[in-house]
């Protein structure tokens, strides 16, 4: 399968609606949940990292409970019940992976933070997305850029 990678941001500002939206929190809450989100905001523009766009990439879907194959990287989770065990309740029992060995030096790649850096690579960032890689529902992070160094 080919994919693009998605628009940068776009799951921060998805977050700050649904943080805002809550139902039962109060204006101090909102307030506090909505500076963490532009200060995580901020935080990423500021490390300089790009996110590719316009990029093709090569991606595949496989159950959890596979081993990744050599030269693939976990880039998100997700819950599907009609496959791999058909779970009847949300687990996330697929994992999308992306093949990293064959990009050049310097090509950067964000997969989820559980996921172990690959051998001349590095972790250049990390951050929260909501959105994918377990789906967190506070601020913590759960993504992490990475760069081909050789």
């Given amino acids: 399968m080919i994919r693009y990678a998605p628009m940068r941001f ?62 693939w990287i976990k880039v998100n989770d997700a819950w599907n019940p009609t496959i791999c065990g058909n779970p009847t309740v949300i687990t996330y029992n697929v994992v999308t992976i992306t093949q990293y060995s064959n990009r050049p030096v310097g090509s950067t790649l964000i997969v989820c933070s559980d996921a172990p850096t690959p051998n001349n690579w590095v972790e250049v960032n990390n951050s929260w997305n909501p959105t994918t890689c377990g789906h967190p529902t506070s601020i913590t992070n759960n993504v992490k850029v990475i760069r081909r160094v050789n």
């Avoid at 590719?52 to 596979?66: D, F, Q």
């Fill in 10 to 71: 776009a799951y921060i500002t998805a977050c700050v609606l649904c943080i805002l939206s809550t139902k039962g929190a109060d204006a101090a809450d909102q307030a506090a949940n909505k500076a963490a989100v532009e200060q995580e905001a901020k935080k990423q523009v500021d490390s300089g990292v790009k996110l590719p766009l316009n990029v093709k990439m090569s991606s595949m879907n496989i159950c959890a409970s596979s081993p990744v194959p050599a030269g």
